[in-house]
């Protein structure tokens, strides 16, 4: 049962431009929402959060966006970086200490 | 930043072997968790573990799985009869406890069954 889903399993984008990543959820009781940034041969590194009583939370060149009706969020990397170019997984917890459900993730590449 | 630690980083192992991870969590975190990656798939969660015992397993977690917190720093995960299907990069990861604190991974642990 998937309960977080990233249906791109890819994207390419030009540097400087907009990067958006896509995720889905179906668990209606998931009140916090992550994004991870995972390189190859490392663990995934936590990039930015936001809780279901907010709809959006920025941080640098990294936005999160939530739609609670939709069960929708999306990362938006604005200004793109070659840097950037690494596998993105959102992920989803209920309650503080149980699990975090992660997306199949989504390999950006940010093309110079 | 405190961050997570885990040994080997690589471990090559026969099957029918015992093979035993290991990880060092952030120090005043309260949960700790494994997660596993076989290549080209999804991160799966395996176990989490509160207060010196284990709080939610799935169903990949069967008899073949242990986990163990032997002092007040190492969190380990001990598989007893490793099978082929067992190698994936394993991730031990730890959260604070309090509510929307985010989890934290160590940089994993690479096991390959032969």
């Known amino acids: 049962d998937q309960q977080v889903k990233q249906n791109s399993p890819s994207l390419s984008v030009q540097e400087g431009r907009i990067s958006i990543l896509n995720c889905d959820y179906t668990n209606s009781m998931f009140d916090y929402f992550l994004w991870y940034k995972k390189y190859p041969a490392e663990g995934p590194t936590f990039l930015i959060s936001?809780?279901?009583?907010?709809d959006k939370n920025e941080d640098g060149r990294f936005t999160v966006f939530l739609n609670k009706s939709a069960k929708h969020l999306s990362l938006h990397i604005v200004p793109s970086q070659p840097g950037d170019s690494a596998v993105y997984f959102c992920?989803?917890?209920?309650?503080?200490?149980?699990?975090?459900?992660f997306g199949t993730g989504t390999s950006l590449t940010v093309i110079p | 930043e405190p961050e997570v630690t885990q040994t080997p980083s690589h471990q090559v192992t026969q099957m029918g072997q015992e093979v035993i991870l290991r990880c060092v969590p952030i120090s005043n975190h309260l949960y700790f968790y494994w997660y596993r990656q076989i290549l080209g798939q999804k991160v799966e969660f395996l176990v989490s573990f509160y207060n010196n015992e284990i709080s939610e397993k799935s169903e990949i977690f069967d008899d073949q799985f242990s986990v163990e917190r032997p002092d007040g720093s190492n969190f380990t995960l001990k598989i007893r009869s490793t099978k082929l299907e067992d190698s994936a990069m394993y991730f031990c990861a730890s959260v604070q406890g309090s509510n929307n604190s985010p989890l934290h991974f160590g940089n994993g642990t690479r096991l390959t069954v032969t």
């Open positions: 992920a989803a917890s209920a309650l503080a200490g149980n699990q975090f459900y």
């Open positions: 936001i809780s279901s009583i907010k």
